[in-house]
């Protein structure tokens, strides 16, 4: 019922969506290109009507009272980034603990051009064991999908390499926000040096 009535409102404005694999019961789910704040009313619609469950995750500015009771309740995780790999290790945790967890991350991080993705996504799937979820949004076709799943092989840029060429042809909103997918190493490194410290 929900999942047509989703789809039906995306309808209406000629989206559409297109799944074309399972999710695993754990993963992670990425969403790229983020251009616009339209992507995040969009994705709501476009996962419901496609019947997947999910949390996400975003900044805790965006949890203010009272709007932050609704954004939880459609699954929103509020992310601190002053604690930096804290967040990291709260994650880790819930997916050790849950026996069922799509969380859903857009690793742009903003809707501006940034010249490097967010390494949380890949260290997140690494760690707990998941795979990686490719969803994306195409403004130049109007559709929202994922069709593509991934287990990360340890090997970052080579990773990397796979998930670029998956996104290539996705247009955001506004493509000229659209930046490489990049992630800084020494950020990557250092966020993994940090975490077998506490190991």
């Known amino acids: 019922m929900i999942a047509s009535l989703s789809r039906g409102i995306l309808s209406i404005f000629g989206w559409k969506t297109s799944i074309s694999?399972?999710?695993?019961?754990?993963?992670?789910?990425?969403?790229?290109?983020?251009?616009?704040?339209?992507?995040?009313?969009?994705?709501?619609?476009?996962l419901s009507g496609m019947g997947v469950k999910f949390n996400w995750a975003a900044k805790h500015t965006l949890f203010f009272w009272p709007v932050g009771i609704l954004m939880k309740a459609l699954g929103g995780t509020p992310v601190d980034r002053r604690q930096g790999?804290?967040?990291?290790?709260?994650?880790?945790?819930?997916?050790?603990?849950?026996?069922?967890l799509v969380l859903a991350i857009?690793?742009?991080?903003t809707r501006a051009k940034s010249p490097y993705w967010k390494a949380g996504f890949y260290m997140i799937a690494h760690r707990a064991d998941v795979p990686i979820g490719l969803g994306y949004i195409d403004y130049a076709r109007k559709v929202i999908g994922i069709e593509k799943i991934m287990h990360v092989s340890g090997d970052m840029q080579g990773d990397l390499a796979i998930i670029r060429e998956y996104y290539r042809q996705r247009v955001g909103k506004y493509p000229q926000n659209q930046g490489d997918i990049l992630i800084q190493e020494k950020a990557a490194t250092t966020q993994h040096e940090q975490a077998m410290e506490r190991e």
């Open 106 to 109: 857009a690793p742009e991080g």
């Open 85 to 100: 790999a804290s967040f990291l290790d709260g994650v880790l945790m819930r997916f050790e603990a849950q026996e069922k």
């Open 21 to 46: 694999v399972a999710l695993a019961d754990k993963c992670v789910l990425i969403g790229a290109p983020h251009t616009t704040n339209w992507d995040f009313p969009i994705t709501l619609l476009g």
